[in-house]
T-cell receptor
Framework: DQQVKQNSPSLSVQEGRISILNCDYT??????FLWYKKYPAEGPTFLIS?????DKNEDGRFTVFLNKSAKHLSLHIVPSQPGDSAVYFC????????????FGGGTRLMVKP | DVKVTQSSRYLVKRTGEKVFLECVQD?????MFWYRQDPGLGLRLIYF???????EKGDIPEGYSVSREKKERFSLILESASTNQTSMYLC???FGTGLFRNTIYFGEGSWLTVV
């Protein structure tokens, strides 16, 4: 049973527009959330994170929103660039249970020029 | 910069062979991990280690074993490779404590094909 789900396997967006990637989780004990970005034939790289005490964290073009009551987080990329085309994984952890990360299945983002 | 190095990028092995995947990190991280990535399934944890000679099973340990004899090195072993172990394998490491303990750093991955 997947505790972290990314229900959209792929997303296509025009360059300059907003990309919104979604992630849902079921474990209410998760208290820290991360997004990773992965290019083909490379390992994932850390992008941005958010603690459960916040509902928003921003870093340049990337913003992560957390809705604890809905057990939902989203990553917004504004404006989207062709170089953002990659697979994005969300991950969650419970800091009281060893900080292990549980990953979602990933969403492939394609930004068209 | 954190460097996690996986020794082999691409391997082709025969069914039944013993396979070793090696990983080295240079940041003195306490924690090391092995994941596999399969389409639609995301990253699934095989094994992890929080200290030298310590290991813990992850979500899918069957058919795998690990070895951590030195802090910087974590090896994944496929005792008898099978075709369903064809996948991309990712090694990662992280600090054991502190503010950034949740952030794990990945290597570039090893593509294993079992024929």
């Amino acid at each position: 049973d997947q505790q972290v789900k990314q229900n959209s396997p792929s997303l296509s967006v025009q360059e300059g527009r907003i990309s919104i990637l979604n992630c849902d989780y079921t474990n209410s004990m998760f208290d820290y959330f991360l997004w990773y970005k992965k290019y083909p034939a490379e390992g994932p790289t850390f992008l941005i994170s958010i603690s459960s005490i916040k509902d928003k964290n921003e870093d340049g073009r990337f913003t992560v929103f957390l809705n604890k009551s809905a057990k939902h987080l989203s990553l917004h990329i504004v404006p989207s660039q062709p170089g953002d085309s990659a697979v994005y994984f969300c991950a969650a952890s419970n800091n009281n249970a060893g900080n292990m990360l549980t990953f979602g299945g990933g969403t492939r983002l394609m930004v068209k020029p | 910069d954190v460097k996690v190095t996986q020794s082999s990028r691409y391997l082709v092995k025969r069914t039944g062979e013993k396979v070793f995947l090696e990983c080295v990190q240079d940041m003195d991280h306490e924690n090391m991990f092995w994941y596999r990535q399969d389409p639609g399934l995301g990253l699934r944890l095989i094994y992890f280690s929080y200290d030298v000679k310590m290991k813990e099973k992850g979500d899918i340990p069957e058919g795998y074993s690990v070895s951590r004899e030195k802090k910087e090195r974590f090896s994944l072993i496929l005792e008898s490779a099978s075709t369903n172990q064809t996948s991309m394998y990712l090694c990662a490491s992280s600090f054991g404590t502190g503010l950034f303990r949740n952030t794990i750093y990945f290597g570039e991955g090893s593509w294993l094909t079992v024929v």
